[in-house]
Each structure stands twice: as structure tokens, then as C-alpha cells.
């Protein structure tokens, strides 16, 4: 399963590090990301507020399931 994380924070990173722990997940990929996350996960340079961007990539990498972090 690949995985989509939005956010950038600590809180992110926290999820990340879970996400990761998982047999059932292939790929992470955060959108943005930290520099936390891109140790264990794929960072995409994205605004979060940018959805049809987001979309795309959602669609690029096959993302299965997506995690929105911030309260944005």
C-alpha cells in the first residue's frame, strides 16, 4: 500500500515513523514533508493548500490512502 501524509510537523513525522513500522506499506510519500520524514519516506516540495497539485501527485505516486496532519 502506498501512503500520502500532508503536513510538515512534528506531529507528521510522529505518523510517519508509525507509517513506517508497517509490513503492509510499500512507499510513504509526505507532502512536504520534514527533514524528520524524508529519512523514511519520499518528500514532495508541495502548498498544501494547493489540492489540484496535490491530486496530481496523489495520482503519480498511486497513493492508496492519504493522512491529513494539520488542522488546515
Same mark, same amino acid.
Given at each position: 500500500?502506498n501512503?500520502?501524509?500532508?503536513?510538515s510537523?512534528?506531529?507528521?513525522?510522529?505518523?510517519c515513523?508509525k507509517?513506517?513500522?508497517?509490513?503492509s506499506?510499500?512507499?510513504?510519500?509526505?507532502f512536504p514533508?520534514?527533514?524528520?520524514?524524508s529519512?523514511?519516506a519520499?518528500?514532495? @516540495?508541495?502548498?498544501?493548500?494547493?489540492?489540484?497539485?496535490?491530486?496530481?501527485?496523489?495520482?503519480?505516486y498511486k497513493i492508496?490512502?492519504?493522512?491529513?496532519g @494539520?488542522?488546515?
Amino acid at each position: 500500500m502506498n501512503i500520502g501524509l500532508i503536513g510538515s510537523g512534528g506531529r507528521e513525522h510522529a505518523i510517519c515513523k508509525k507509517i513506517y513500522e508497517s509490513n503492509s506499506v510499500r512507499k510513504i510519500i509526505c507532502f512536504p514533508g520534514n527533514a524528520g520524514t524524508s529519512e523514511i519516506a519520499t518528500n514532495v @516540495p508541495v502548498d498544501i493548500l494547493d489540492f489540484k497539485k496535490i491530486l496530481g501527485y496523489i495520482k503519480k505516486y498511486k497513493i492508496d490512502l492519504v493522512i491529513v496532519g @494539520p488542522e488546515e
